[in-house]
């Protein structure tokens, strides 16, 4: 990897981030260090939602071993003395969609997660968390993202949710089984006529898509993440990738028809891309994940003293067409240095990939190249960053 510093200061790297990220994605990247709800519903992502913001930014002396607040969560409950009512149904028919779960989304954390936030130490503690690699951890150890307006219809499609009067601007995700809400970016609010009157969600037939992941053992392969993306790809389609319960299971509930792709990487295990599933309304398609063994990167970001630097993010990604939305989706090849610097990518696929890194107020860098071998990896990178201008 070249030691060749760039030139020009640190907003053309991120331009060059940005730029291998739209010609890799043909769309943003989710960020999962904020909330994402595991619905396989398509549908577009309004660019407020909070699965994509910038990530958080760090400055030089950043610890992990800072202290952490612990803010208490609103008190909601005694609040929510307005509500969001409406009926689930099936396009064209009327039909009600019982059992199908709907979650109200206004875009902020405060309102949405205001529980998880709270364990999570606010904003600030789970930015020290993404910061030091322990965040999917902890959110784990949590149990997820706790969503704190949500309903599930009953047998008549019907639903309830209370909120505060002053409860801010909507969108509505909804998961069933076998239908799918395509309506994800409209907005709503407690004042429109639709809300006044009682919503009318109009889903449409789907399908489920599910099945395990297996390590080369045999073994289930646990914490593994799946995509399941739409081809030729279109960022207004996306579906949110779900992770693997402690049996390698996987599911995908009300998948729109169609043809998709699907990636499944897990710790300690390579890739995986299954490609040209078929997806029918009323049915289930079943797939089946064996990971091959895994290739990594690893080493150390270092300032110009040889000091570990905390936070830096960092990207490998496959040259030529290999990559494949389906494994950038699930998360391929990104990860961030621990605060004495350390760093670890796994789950890659073997040969040549570009690797770039960035941190805010410190120079990279020049964007380089790395052969990662067939079996095993390369694990003595060594990344110098410079202090910004």
């Given at each position: 990897?070249?030691?060749?510093?760039?030139?020009?200061?640190?907003?053309?790297?991120?331009?060059?981030?940005?730029?291998?990220?739209?010609?890799?994605?043909?769309?943003?990247?989710?960020?999962?260090?904020?909330?994402?709800?595991?619905?396989?519903?398509?549908?577009?992502?309004?660019?407020?939602?909070?699965?994509?913001?910038?990530l958080p930014s760090s400055?030089?002396?950043?610890?992990?071993?800072?202290?952490?607040?612990?803010?208490?969560?609103?008190?909601?409950?005694?609040?929510?003395?307005?509500?969001?009512?409406?009926?689930?149904?099936?396009?064209?028919?009327?039909?009600?969609?019982?059992?199908?779960?709907?979650?109200?989304?206004?875009?902020?954390?405060?309102?949405?997660?205001?529980?998880?936030?709270?364990?999570?130490?606010?904003?600030?503690?789970?930015?020290?968390?993404?910061?030091?690699?322990?965040f999917e951890a902890r959110?784990?150890?949590?149990?997820?993202?706790?969503?704190?307006?949500?309903?599930?219809?009953?047998?008549?499609?019907?639903?309830?949710?209370?909120?505060?009067?002053?409860?801010?601007?909507?969108?509505?995700?909804?998961?069933?089984?076998?239908?799918?809400?395509?309506?994800?970016?409209?907005?709503?609010?407690?004042?429109?006529?639709?809300?006044?009157?009682?919503?009318?969600?109009?889903?449409?037939?789907?399908?489920?898509?599910?099945?395990?992941?297996?390590?080369?053992?045999?073994?289930?392969?646990?914490?593994?993440?799946?995509?399941?993306?739409?081809?030729?790809?279109?960022?207004?389609?996306?579906?949110?990738?779900?992770?693997?319960?402690?049996?390698?299971?996987?599911?995908?509930?009300?998948?729109?028809?169609?043809?998709?792709?699907?990636?499944?990487?897990?710790?300690?295990?390579?890739?995986?891309?299954?490609?040209?599933?078929?997806?029918?309304?009323?049915?289930?398609?079943r797939l089946e994940f064996?990971?091959?063994?895994?290739?990594?990167?690893?080493?150390?970001?270092?300032?110009?003293?040889?000091?570990?630097?905390?936070?830096?993010?960092?990207?490998?990604?496959?040259?030529?067409?290999?990559?494949?939305?389906?494994?950038?989706?699930?998360?391929?090849?990104?990860?961030?240095?621990?605060?004495?610097?350390?760093?670890?990518?796994?789950?890659?696929?073997?040969?040549?990939?570009?690797?770039?890194?960035?941190?805010?107020?410190?120079?990279?860098?020049?964007?380089?190249?790395?052969?990662?071998?067939?079996?095993?990896?390369?694990?003595?990178?060594?990344?110098?960053?410079?202090?910004?201008?």
């Amino acid at each position: 990897m070249s030691r060749s510093r760039v030139a020009f200061g640190l907003g053309a790297l991120l331009l060059a981030v940005g730029i291998a990220g739209a010609m890799l994605l043909g769309g943003a990247k989710p960020n999962r260090s904020d909330p994402v709800e595991a619905v396989a519903g398509a549908g577009p992502v309004a660019a407020a939602e909070p699965d994509s913001p910038p990530l958080p930014s760090s400055t030089p002396g950043d610890s992990a071993a800072a202290p952490q607040r612990s803010p208490s969560a609103p008190d909601f409950a005694s609040r929510r003395t307005a509500a969001v009512r409406g009926r689930v149904v099936l396009r064209g028919t009327g039909s009600p969609v019982g059992s199908a779960r709907i979650t109200l989304w206004t875009g902020k954390n405060e309102v949405d997660v205001p529980e998880t936030m709270a364990a999570l130490g606010g904003a600030e503690g789970r930015d020290r968390l993404v910061k030091s690699g322990e965040f999917e951890a902890r959110l784990a150890a949590l149990g997820g993202w706790k969503f704190a307006h949500r309903a599930e219809s009953a047998a008549d499609g019907s639903f309830e949710i209370a909120v505060p009067p002053d409860f801010p601007k909507f969108q509505i995700r909804v998961a069933a089984d076998l239908a799918a809400w395509r309506d994800r970016e409209a907005w709503f609010a407690l004042d429109c006529p639709s809300v006044r009157d009682g919503l009318v969600l109009e889903l449409e037939p789907a399908g489920i898509v599910e099945g395990t992941v297996t390590n080369a053992g045999g073994r289930p392969a646990e914490r593994a993440r799946v995509s399941l993306v739409r081809e030729p790809f279109d960022y207004r389609d996306r579906i949110d990738s779900v992770t693997a319960d402690a049996s390698g299971r996987f599911v995908f509930r009300g998948v729109p028809p169609g043809r998709f792709d699907s990636g499944a990487l897990a710790p300690g295990s390579g890739p995986q891309v299954r490609s040209g599933i078929e997806v029918r309304a009323g049915e289930t398609t079943r797939l089946e994940f064996t990971l091959p063994a895994e290739c990594l990167l690893a080493g150390r970001v270092v300032d110009e003293t040889g000091a570990g630097v905390l936070g830096a993010r960092l990207n490998a990604f496959p040259d030529g067409d290999r990559p494949r939305n389906a494994l950038v989706f699930a998360g391929y090849g990104s990860a961030r240095s621990a605060a004495d610097g350390t760093f670890r990518i796994g789950s890659l696929l073997p040969g040549r990939h570009r690797f770039l890194v960035d941190r805010e107020g410190m120079l990279a860098p020049e964007p380089g190249a790395v052969d990662v071998p067939q079996s095993g990896g390369v694990s003595d990178l060594r990344i110098v960053l410079e202090k910004g201008h």
